[in-house]
């Protein structure tokens, strides 16, 4: 069965990013439907699949990423506004039969992503 999942990886400290909230959109065209919202547990990761079965299906989606706030509570010192505040993702499934792993590496100055199994 396919699913969805992500973990957020905080580069600049060396530990899970906690506590991150995400938001779940998907996309059809000019149209983006809030899906759902998630947030990560102790590891950066969620408890559950963000998406599997019946709700993940082939298509455009976007992962939002609210990382400010998540910088704001670790202390990290940064620019006002941040470089980095909501980080969208936008990426595409084609066979909604497999597994979509889309890992967040962050630090208050870049982010970087891939597609992980």
């Known amino acids: ?9 905080d580069t600049s400290l060396g530990c899970p990013g906690q506590g991150i909230r995400i938001e779940v959109y998907r996309l059809e065209g000019a149209d983006r439907t809030r ?3 998630v947030v990560t547990n102790d590891d950066g990761r969620c408890d559950a699949p963000i998406l599997e079965g019946d709700a993940f299906t082939a298509g455009e989606y976007e992962l939002v990423f609210h990382a ?3 910088l704001d509570r670790q202390g990290v010192e940064g620019s006002k506004p ?6 969208p993702l936008r ?6 039969g497999q597994h ?3 890992p967040l590496l962050l630090s208050p100055y870049s982010y970087s992503t891939y597609r992980g199994s």
Do not use: Q
Not at 1 to 9: D, F, K, Q, S
Not at 82 to 87: A, K, P, S, T
């Open 91 to 96: 990426f595409g499934v084609a066979d909604a």
């Open 100 to 102: 979509y792993h889309v």
């Open 82 to 87: 941040r470089f980095l505040d909501v980080i």
């Open 68 to 70: 400010g706030a998540y």
């Open 35 to 37: 899906i759902t919202e």
């Open 1 to 9: 069965m396919g699913r969805l999942t992500t973990h957020v990886l």
